[in-house]
T-cell receptor, first 114, second 115 residues
Framework: AQKVTQAQTEISVVEKEDVTLDCVYETRDTTYYLFWYKQPPSGELVFLIRRNSFDEQNEISGRYSWNFQKSTSSFNFTITASQVVDSAVYFCALGSGNTGKLIFGQGTTLQVKP | DAGVIQSPRHEVTEMGQEVTLRCKPISGHNSLFWYRQTMMRGLELLIYFNNNVPIDDSGMPEDRFSAKMPNASFSTLKIQPSEPRDSAVYFC?????????????FGPGTRLTVT
């Protein structure tokens, strides 16, 4: 069965701190996709990144970086020098290579205090 | 480019009434998904369509819920009769599986309150 676990329910940091959001997944598929989404207080779900199972290269986009490790089935998300605007719920998701269906984790609520 | 469009954005109705939520996916996307989000249960997939055909409706709570996709640019989610426990935010999302691209793009959601 496919499963995504985000063990951190809530994280609170002070602005400019670095913060890492953990994501652990389970799947028997050899081809799969991993995603991160952001849900700010306004409520919309915003796509951040997609990684393929055959591409373990880490990715950096501005203050955001993602670390994909198949050996530990993890796809962690780091925000460097956090800002108040980063306050949101962040969801990790797993997609099968066979369908477009995504399995979402329960989400991590990040609060960045000024 | 227009994103996923959902209507209405807010719906308040009384128990027992019929509710219809509407979704227009991103043009060119061939998969459409309906989700429900609540504090208790998080984000749940209700049903998804591929090329207008329902593929997986295992998440549909019960017979009171039904979804249709009559064409590539329109889908509805209907609840009849509605109950207070149906109160939630309902999201529609679309994606394209052409070229192995699976990221889903979400609409703004419909906040449903059943009193």
């Amino acid at each position: 069965a496919q499963k995504v676990t985000q063990a951190q329910t809530e994280i609170s940091v002070v602005e400019k701190e670095d913060v890492t959001l953990d994501c652990v997944y389970e799947t028997r598929d050899t081809t799969y996709y991993l995603f991160w989404y952001k849900q700010p207080p306004s409520g919309e779900l915003v796509f951040l990144i997609r990684r393929n199972s055959f591409d373990e290269q880490n990715e950096i986009s501005g203050r955001y970086s993602w670390n994909f490790q198949k050996s530990t089935s993890s796809f962690n998300f780091t925000i460097t020098a956090s800002q108040v605007v980063d306050s949101a719920v962040y969801f990790c998701a797993l997609g099968s290579g066979n369908t477009g269906k995504l399995i979402f984790g329960q989400g991590t609520t990040l609060q960045v205090k000024p | 480019d227009a994103g996923v469009i959902q209507s209405p954005r807010h719906e308040v109705t009384e128990m027992g009434q019929e509710v219809t939520l509407r979704c227009k996916p991103i043009s060119g996307h061939n998969s459409l998904f309906w989700y429900r989000q609540t504090m208790m249960r998080g984000l749940e997939l209700l049903i998804y369509f591929n090329n207008n055909v329902p593929i997986d409706d295992s998440g549909m709570p019960e017979d009171r819920f039904s979804a249709k996709m009559p064409n590539a640019s329109f889908s509805t989610l209907k609840i009849q009769p509605s109950e207070p426990r149906d109160s939630a935010v309902y999201f529609c999302a679309s994606s394209s599986d052409r070229g192995g691209s699976y990221e889903q793009y979400f609409g703004p959601g419909t906040r449903l309150t059943v009193t």
